[in-house]
């Protein structure tokens, strides 16, 4: 393994669509949302067992989760494990680890991920990021990952690239044109029928130097705060510092504060299956389904006539459903929904 | 209070339909299925709490709920609780406890009750005993309430009354004609039209020698063996003897036993409102309901676009049901079972 790599896992997400299994005391990445055993966060971890050594693993979640992310991640240091005392988005984020991590290794190329996306072909993911990170290690270039798109989703931003124009040293490195915005319908159809739209993943890779400068030129209020940090970190002093400057950062994602401005940045396309798991239905998109359109994940759960359904139940010994078609039905800790996919941008209501 | 009133509580069924809230472990009637804080045995109990003194409370009871029902009804004498080793249906189950009371008390008048009914006016019902019981301990007559059909109910047994002879002694009581099993649709709406016709409760009044007679006439093996058994009642070798006996008699309802043959059999027409509470549908139906026809059993349960549905959901904190129209959830200890109320009779093939 590389020593110069390094992850960045942004855990700090609090999303309500997954109630009752997720909620604000354990959002979805610190839970075993797809059944195999390992939550989210392990997963994503999971992924860069064979790129990133443990000791380069960070983690960026809020104060409320860093012992659950110890407990879920024990291999990772514990002081890699970097508290925000509140939510500020992910540029702040960024920009804290980025500089931590430059005191510490100045010739850090770093991946940054989401805690809680899925990933179907590791092993083409692990490809990608092999990829990225050794074209971050060469050159100044931001890299986003973009994902082929296989249906007119109006639930992701989409990334335009200049297909024209790859890379010089890459043949598989486009210039990015333009981030879209989530489209609607008729614009998702255009999008997927061209082939220079792509999926915004939110996975991002450079160099240390790189970010760090792009935060200097584009956010400088917010850079010089965690510059001037530098003396405390690894410090007893940091997370004091931290818990009081930290709130006086812009509340902005780094697609606002950098992709807009910057200029050398490159998709790389990917098609490793992937999804945000932004809502039951997408679960149920990328789950393992039975022959009637059932995902399971569960113990012991019959069903019949039953159809497009997605049943979360770990926690339940037994579940029979019989004639439901197009519904989640999810439980956890005596909390049970039962409501239509097609109804569920309402779910976060419900609570 | 006369104490020569004895009731007889019948709770040795083993219900499979209200699964999973009732189970083999814990049936129905000793369940507080309606959600009021007290089980069906114990308002089985509670409705004779000024007609029969607790001394005179018998409960006849497979051996594996007795621990349940001394823990549930308290104030009624633990060798009033008597426990079959074995189902043989509710003839022998009726000679076993009439010849045991007889012993004890040759003048007693008798109440016999199964014990996961439901009655929503306690107080005509406390009438109908009170006069039945009368009029028991007046004459020889065998009793049965009969309840005034409010539907074209299939579910039910049938009693059909001769309404041109009443009772010499009381006109209020009716000889019957004869039992009817369970009708068709047609059948049904025709009874309804009839008033000769009442609905089988299976509640049954009488005094101690009327029906050990009828037994001693009509099964006189079953009654030999219980009559035999006399010196032993309330003595240490009594539960010795009937585990050995007990399983000998014929598996046989007191309707094919007894009622069948009897002559002198009257029937009280009764409107207090009741139910046997068979299914999650007649649950439904019993229990109040909101604007939308749903019937809610449970702590914390909230409906949206829900319609015609049962919820029975005692021990989850929080329910949640979204577009659901005609279903019963149901769920206990770790079981959840969602099902159309049109396909619950195959409940009892889900577990």
Known sequence: MNSNYYL???????????????????????????????????????????????????????????????????????????????RRNTAPCICYVSWKIKKRNPKANIAVVPSDHMVTDEKKFAEAIQQTLEYAAETDAIVTLGIKPTRPETGYGYIKADLS????????????????????????????????????????????????????????????????????YDTPQEQEMIDKLFPECENISVDYAIMEHAEEIFVYPASFGWSDLGTWGSLREQ???????????????????TYNCIVHATGEKKVVIQGLDGYVVAEKDGTLLICKLSEEQRIKLFH
């Open 165 to 232: 124009f790859a890379s010089s040293r890459k043949n598989n490195m486009f210039r990015v044109d333009a981030f879209k915005e989530k489209p609607n319908r008729e614009t998702a159809e255009l999008y997927l029928k061209q082939s220079s739209y792509f999926w915004n993943s939110g996975i991002f890779i450079w160099n240390v130097s790189t970010i760090v400068n792009a935060f200097r030129v584009y956010q400088p209020a917010m850079s010089r705060i965690f510059e001037d940090l530098l003396p405390v």
């Open 287 to 305: 789950v393992q389904k039975d022959a009637y359109g059932n995902a399971c994940i569960g113990p012991d759960i019959d069903l019949y006539e």
């Open 8 to 86: 960045v896992i942004m855990a700090g997400g609090v999303g309500s669509r997954f109630w009752p299994v997720s909620s604000e005391e354990l959002p979805k990445q610190f839970l075993d949302i797809l059944g195999t055993g390992r939550t989210l966060l392990q997963l994503t971890a999971d992924r860069f067992r064979d790129i990133v050594p443990n000791d380069n693993i960070y983690i960026v979640t809020s104060a409320n989760y860093c012992d659950i992310v110890k407990e879920q991640l024990p291999d990772v240091p514990a002081e890699n494990i970097l508290a925000e005392p509140c």
